[in-house]
């Protein structure tokens, strides 16, 4: 989504925003922009469409500057045209902004009816205006945005630039992250702190309500009553290395890759290997007195939360409800005494995962927030945080954060189970010694990467393809659906195997590839006789299994996919890897922009 850097610099600012915003591409977004101060007055350049078209006009017509904000912006309100690009620009002020003013119509409207005519459909150009004419009528910069903000409903980072002030931001943020960046006689503002990571490791986070001046030589922050506050100077540990592709095409490939070790690195927080013990990174947080959890996620996060429903069942006998977040708090849940929520996050900044989160602590409810970025809000808003320890995730499709979300989950659910007296010393090894296999056994699933390419042709040319699981498979199946979709585009969708006969099976015909996720174990024979029901009607299956069940059962198949043979508990993690592989290799073979995928965006900080 939307990202954010500003710099009040020693020297001119422009090509170092703008590999701030290289940093933010994964994001995902449809137009970018830079505003500095040059002589006295606020110039802009801007452009539609991927950042080197905003070189372009850079090179074209550079952008003097020592204090200077820029932006990628991934559209809600307004086409993304050059014209609706941020910086949003009076001849006083120019912001950007990440979120959605709610009131912006009114606000709108307000402001027409005082003669102010506006260049943009955006909602983001009547913050610019409102400040604007405050500051138009001799109201300084800091109290032109303190009488502002409380004026805007809705989401918000904002990072404003003053004619008036050139060594001076004001930033804001109600909704959406925004942190400061400490340097050398430099500070900055960004929207996460990789963007800020090759100018400095000492960041700064703002919480709800904060916003912030910013000079050269430090920051001064208020909360939302306008009272001065400090805010600790965390650091980061993110550099600019971890960013790169490494020896891989795309971020993506990278981080299947890294599924292995980061799987592993996850779960070393989360099993005592010498006790044969699972263990939590908080231990003192009361899990006995849990009676109820509630799941709540969006897209992949959710899927890794279906999956955990099965495990929390199974092992603590804890009845779980799984919503999607954007679903929630619209169905007026039901929430009692000793419920825990567990939203799931790779970013830990879903603007729906953290809407629900907050409803259920207005209802009383105990938090978890399984989160891969430590500091997210998300993180800093949970009464138990469980992080992944996957590191920066920055293709769009979800991949490692995935694998190491169901590592967090089921080492959880195991210890809610040890907490609820339904987990012996006995069982409780045998399950430290499974999840133990995973990061082996993932690194066995990546061997078959080769014939996954090989057999990607198979795929890329339908129009149309399913994907079956049955059990904690079944959500594996939605993944594969969802992974296909976003990056090759291909229409896919994930059905329970069980389910096909009730009326998807009449989709079945020799133009529609269905991918059948079916390792050994209980729920073989079942979905091997619902791939069979598919094969009678003249379905092309793609069967992933493991040798015994490919031995079983391919025969009839048009392909063959052949996993490591594990147990049940880690199959969705091992069998995440062909599902993620394939979509990967057809995407590739449809030459689709892999790692930023159109219209969407990796953090989507939106209801
Ligand atoms: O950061 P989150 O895990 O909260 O993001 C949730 C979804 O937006 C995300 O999983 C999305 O579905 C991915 N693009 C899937 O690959």
């Known amino acids: 989504m939307c990202g954010i850097i500003g710099i009040i610099g020693k020297d001119d600012v422009a090509e170092r925003l703008v590999e701030g915003l290289r940093r933010l591409e994964y994001r995902g977004y449809d137009s970018a922009g830079v505003a500095t101060i040059h002589d006295g007055a606020i110039e802009r350049r801007r452009a539609e469409g991927k950042l080197a078209n905003l070189v372009k006009e850079l090179d074209r017509d550079p952008l003097p500057g020592t204090t200077g904000i820029a932006h990628t912006r991934w559209a809600t309100h307004g086409a993304p045209t050059t014209n609706n690009a941020h910086p949003h620009a009076t001849k006083e002020v120019a912001l950007v902004h990440n979120g959605i003013i709610e009131n912006f119509k009114a606000l709108r409207e307000e402001l027409t009816a005082r003669g102010r005519v506006f260049d943009s459909e955006t909602d983001t150009e009547v913050v610019a205006h409102l400040v604007s004419e405050l500051v138009e009528q001799g109201i300084s910069p800091k ?174 006998r804890v009845p779980v409800d799984i919503d999607v977040a954007s679903e929630f708090r619209y169905r007026a849940p039901v929430m009692e005494d000793g419920g825990l929520m567990i939203v799931i996050s790779q970013s830990g900044e879903t603007a729906d995962t953290l809407a629900a989160l907050r409803h259920a602590r207005s209802e009383g409810q105990k938090i978890a927030a399984v989160v891969n970025v430590p500091t997210s809000t998300m993180a800093r808003e949970a009464d138990l945080l469980l992080p992944t ?177 594990v147990h049940p508990l880690i199959a969705p993690m091992v069998y995440a890897v062909p599902v993620q592989l394939l979509a990967y290799h057809v995407a590739v073979a449809k030459g689709t922009d892999v790692d930023q995928p159109r219209n969407l965006a990796k953090s989507v900080t939106v209801e």
């Not at 430099?186 to 990789?194: H, I, N, Q």
């Not at 709540?296 to 999956?307: E, H, K, L, R």
């Not at 585009?489 to 079916?518: Q, R, S």
């Open 143 to 316: 109290d032109a945005v303190a009488q502002v903000l409380p004026r805007l409903h809705g989401a918000f980072a904002l990072a404003i630039l003053f004619r008036s002030s050139p060594d001076m931001l004001i930033g804001a943020r109600l909704g959406s992250p925004l942190v400061v960046g400490y340097g050398d006689g430099e500070t900055y503002l960004g929207s996460d702190a990789l963007a800020l990571a090759p100018l400095t490791q000492r960041i700064a986070y703002l919480e709800e309500g904060d916003w912030v001046i910013v000079t050269a030589g430090g920051a001064e922050i208020f909360d939302r009553d306008n009272n001065p506050v400090e805010r600790p100077i965390t650091i980061s540990g993110v550099t600019g290395e971890l960013i790169s592709k490494g020896n891989h095409r795309h971020y993506m490939l990278k981080e299947i890759y890294e599924q292995p070790v980061v799987v592993a690195q996850t779960l070393r927080s989360y099993l005592r290997r010498m006790e044969d013990q699972v263990s939590l990174p908080v231990p003192d947080f009361d899990l006995g007195a849990i009676r109820r959890v509630t799941i709540v996620a969006c897209g992949t996060s959710y899927y890794a939360g279906m999956v955990a429903k099965y495990w929390f069942e199974q092992f603590a």
């Open 389 to 565: 320890h996957a590191g920066p995730e920055i293709g769009v499709a979800s991949t490692k954060a995935f694998t190491c979300q169901l590592a967090v989950l089921a080492a959880f659910a195991a210890n809610l189970a040890r907490a609820k007296g339904r987990l012996d010393g006995k069982a409780e090894k045998e399950l430290v010694r499974h999840l133990a296999e995973a990061p082996a056994a993932l690194n066995a699933a990546l061997a078959y990467d080769e014939s996954i390419e090989a057999m990607a042709h198979l795929v890329a040319g339908a129009r149309d393809v399913l994907y079956l699981g049955r059990g904690p498979d079944y959500p594996l199946a939605l993944e594969g659906a969802l992974k296909l979709k976003e990056i090759s585009y291909i229409h896919a969708e994930g059905y329970a195997a069980g389910e096909m006969k009730h009326g998807p099976i009449a989709l079945i015909d020799d133009k529609v590839p269905v991918i059948v996720l079916a390792p050994s174990g209980p729920l073989f024979e079942k979905t091997v006789s619902n791939m069979q029901e598919v094969q009678a009607r003249g379905g092309k299956v793609v069967l992933i299994s493991d040798y015994d069940g490919v031995q079983a059962a391919g025969e009839g198949c048009i392909a063959t996919i052949t996993m490591p043979k």
